[in-house]
């Protein structure tokens, strides 16, 4: 059974987000035309799943980032992210929120999202983006499986499509 509540840590600018972008499209694009490609470890741009996140419309997947002119990822978008987590999923696959910057979580916003991590169903999936040049909230750490990735670009694919190859299978 794979954790439904990861972080993915390490400095900024190595790949954090394009990692947990394969890793999604891979998990949503299984039974779909133009899949993730395994060979070149690449998402096809065909893919459908690819586009409706591109756009922010894919019915499984939320995405949560500090706002344009704010200093912290505010109460607010925890709150719509809960409200999502709570709605059923589109064809019983995965639902995935993926929150990028989670050191920008202010007091209150990680205090919501610790209600909602704790106990998510099991078709409901936490990413959460770690810049760790800057500390996190450690009870938001202590329940989630922490990746830490201190790698350059060919690394992290290496890696990744070994996870996604060998030991993420359902």
Do not use: M, W
């Given at each position: ?39 070149e470890q690449k ?23 500090i706002l344009e ?30 929150i990028d910057n ?69």
């Amino acid at each position: 059974k794979f954790p439904n509540k990861i972080i993915i840590s390490g400095p900024k600018g190595i790949g954090k987000s394009t990692f947990a972008y394969h890793f999604i499209n891979y998990i949503f694009s299984k039974k779909e035309e133009n899949s993730y490609n395994f060979t070149e470890q690449k998402i096809q741009n065909e893919n459908r799943s690819f586009n409706l996140i591109k756009k922010l419309s894919h019915p499984n997947f939320y995405l949560i980032d500090i706002l344009e002119g704010k200093k912290f990822i505010e109460i607010a978008q925890i709150r719509k992210a809960i409200d999502y987590s709570q709605k059923t999923s589109f064809d019983d696959n995965y639902k995935i929120v993926l929150i990028d910057n989670i050191e920008l979580l202010n007091l209150y916003s990680a205090n919501a999202l610790l209600k909602v991590i704790e106990e998510p169903n099991e078709k409901l999936l936490f990413i959460l983006i770690h810049n760790n040049s800057k500390k996190i909230q450690d009870t938001i750490n202590s329940r989630c499986i922490n990746f830490k990735l201190n790698l350059n670009f060919n690394e992290s694919n290496k890696i990744s499509s070994t996870l996604i190859n060998g030991e993420i299978r359902n």
